[in-house]
T-cell receptor, first 112, second 115 residues
Framework: GNSVTQMEGPVTLSEEAFLTINCTYT??????LFWYVQYPGEGLQLLLK?????DKGSNKGFEATYRKETTSFHLEKGSVQVSDSAVYFC???????????FGAGTRLTVKP | GAGVSQSPSNKVTEKGKDVELRCDPI?????LYWYRQSLGQGLEFLIY????????KSGLPSDRFSAERTGGSVSTLTIQRTQQEDSAVYLC?????????????FGQGTRLTVV
C-alpha cells in the first residue's frame, strides 16, 4: 500500500542552522508529495508540494525536491529561525485518487 | 464557512460512553478525511470519503469506530463504548478533487479525553 516514512524526531537546532528532515515514500505510479506544518496550538497547514518527478516545492525558505529514483522528498532550509519550531509532516496523494497518507511527523525545536 | 469546522473543540467523556464528533468541510469539497493524533504521535489515518464512492474504512482501529457522511457534506465520527486509549485529537480535513494538485485543509480538531 501507499505509505510515507519520515525521520523520527525530535530535532533540536540552533538558530541559523541548516535543516534536513528526511522523507521517503512507497506508492504505485507517481503520487503528489506534500509537506505540512503544525505550529504550536494551530492546525495543520500546507507548507509546500510537488506533483511530478524533479519538481521542487518551496515556501518560506523551505524546499523539497521530488526524487523518483530514490522515492524521497526531503525537506530542507538553509537557515532556521525560532519561529520555524513546529511539527512537520510529509504526505502523499496517490496518482489515481486523493487518499492522502501522512508520515508520523517530526518535531523541530529551534533555540535562539 | 471559510474553513473546515469541527465540533466540539474539546470533549471529556467517561469510559464506556459513546461520543459523536462532527466535521463541516469546506463547501464544495468532495473528499473528506478523518485522522487521529495521539499525544506525541503522528497522524493516524482513520477513514476517507470521496464523493459517492464507498468510503475507505481501512484505518478504523476497531468496530467501535464508525463514520458517516450525509449528503456528501457534514461527517460524523462515532466512537462507541469509549476506552482510555481513545483519548487523542481527532482531525478532519477536506479537499477539492482537482487532479494532482489536491491540498487538504484541516480543521482545528476535537480533543477527546476519556476518563
Amino acid at each position: 500500500g501507499n505509505s510515507v516514512t519520515q525521520m523520527e524526531g525530535p530535532v533540536t537546532l540552533s538558530e541559523e542552522a541548516f535543516l534536513t528532515i528526511n522523507c521517503t515514500y512507497t506508492a504505485t505510479g507517481y503520487p503528489s508529495l506534500f509537506w505540512y506544518v503544525q505550529y504550536p496550538g494551530e492546525g495543520l497547514q500546507l507548507l509546500l508540494k510537488a506533483t511530478k518527478a524533479d519538481d521542487k516545492g518551496s515556501n518560506k525558505g523551505f524546499e523539497a525536491t521530488y526524487r523518483k529514483e530514490t522515492t524521497s522528498f526531503h525537506l530542507e532550509k538553509g537557515s532556521v529561525q525560532v519561529s520555524d519550531s513546529a511539527v512537520y509532516f510529509c504526505a502523499l496523494s496517490p496518482y489515481n485518487n486523493n487518499d492522502m497518507r501522512f508520515g508520523a511527523g517530526t518535531r523541530l525545536t529551534v533555540k535562539p | 464557512g471559510a474553513g473546515v469546522s469541527q465540533s466540539p473543540s474539546n470533549k471529556v467523556t467517561e469510559k464506556g460512553k459513546d461520543v459523536e464528533l462532527r466535521c463541516d468541510p469546506i463547501s464544495g469539497h468532495t473528499a473528506l478525511y478523518w485522522y487521529r493524533q495521539s499525544l506525541g504521535q503522528g497522524l493516524e489515518f482513520l477513514i476517507y470519503f470521496q464523493g459517492n464512492s464507498a468510503p475507505d474504512k481501512s484505518g478504523l482501529p476497531s468496530d467501535r469506530f464508525s463514520a458517516e457522511r450525509t449528503g456528501g457534506s457534514v461527517s460524523t465520527l462515532t466512537i462507541q463504548r469509549t476506552q482510555q486509549e481513545d483519548s487523542a485529537v481527532y482531525l478532519c480535513a477536506s479537499s477539492l478533487v482537482v487532479g494532482r494538485n489536491t491540498e487538504a485543509f484541516f480543521g482545528q480538531g476535537t480533543r477527546l479525553t476519556v476518563v
